[in-house]
């Protein structure tokens, strides 16, 4: 299964995407699945949905922000040539500048009803990862999400902003008033689309207003040298703490985080 001829890859990725990924903070690449790899990973991400145990986002008094699997790559074949895709690895790796490591995936769902609208946040306090500056995601839809489906939003070069240690925990329009004027671009895609975006950049999404489910990848890689930086005393149990058989200030260097792309 191949993606067409003018289809993106690290090799043809322009030095124009190059420096808007790191002035901007994301970039969209399209059709980095062909038609059958998306039919084929949606297939096999609704049965994990429906089978799987689920982790939720809730917010009081608004509803439900998204559901998601945790590490959905353990659990199929499929959705790990998906967290490891060569195409989204290699342009990962490019975007980045360095060798990278996957530090987690999860299957997202925003529900077709009692849903609500992702709140502005940046990932970056939530990982335990020393530095940040080469973290970024993969966000890979696996069905066709317009604005009225929740796609993303963005705050161009809100990722150069100074990072607080609680900002996982804090609005950022809080951390940094400045934000509340500087413009944000919402980005649709197509199935089988991909966005990438620094994990210290301010982002959302809509709620979904449709009778589909919104079903989609998310995948976070590292710089292959990260090192272990555990939570403060006293975080919030929200901070994504759990590396197993890892001391602090050790790298992630065990085959639960595999090198990625033209390291791997």
């Not at 199935?191 to 999404?205: E, I, M, P």
């Amino acid at each position: 299964m191949t993606n067409s001829i003018n289809t993106v890859t690290s090799q043809t990725l322009s030095s124009d995407v190059l420096e808007s990924y790191r002035s901007r903070g994301y970039v969209r690449i399209p059709s980095v699945l062909s038609v059958d790899e998306v039919a084929q990973c949606l297939a096999d991400a609704q049965e994990q949905l429906e089978r799987h145990e689920k982790l939720s986002w809730d917010t009081p008094g608004e509803g439900n922000v998204m559901d998601w699997i945790a590490e959905p790559e353990a659990k199929s074949a499929v959705m790990r040539r998906l967290a490891l895709h060569p195409g989204i690895t290699g342009i990962a790796e490019r975007l980045a500048g360095r060798p990278l490591r996957m530090f987690k995936s999860e299957l997202l769902r925003k529900r077709t009803t009692g849903g609500t609208r992702t709140p502005l946040h940046i990932d970056a306090p939530a990982f335990p990862i020393a530095g940040s500056a080469s973290t970024l995601t993969a966000w890979v839809a696996l069905v066709d999400v317009p604005v009225e489906r929740g796609c993303l939003t963005f705050i161009p070069g809100s990722h150069e902003l100074p990072q607080r240690e609680d900002a996982w925990f804090i609005d950022p329009f809080d951390a940094h008033p400045e934000l509340r004027w500087w413009p944000q671009v919402t980005v649709p895609l197509r199935a089988g689309d991909c966005t990438f975006h620094d994990a210290r950049l301010v982002h959302s999404a809509g709620a979904n207003e449709t009778e589909t489910a919104r079903i989609s990848l998310a995948t976070v890689y590292m710089d292959a040298a990260a090192t272990y930086n555990p939570a403060p005393a006293g975080a919030e149990p929200t901070y994504q703490d759990e590396v197993p058989g890892i001391e602090p200030g050790q790298p992630f260097d065990t085959d639960r985080y595999p090198l990625i792309g033209a390291t791997g």
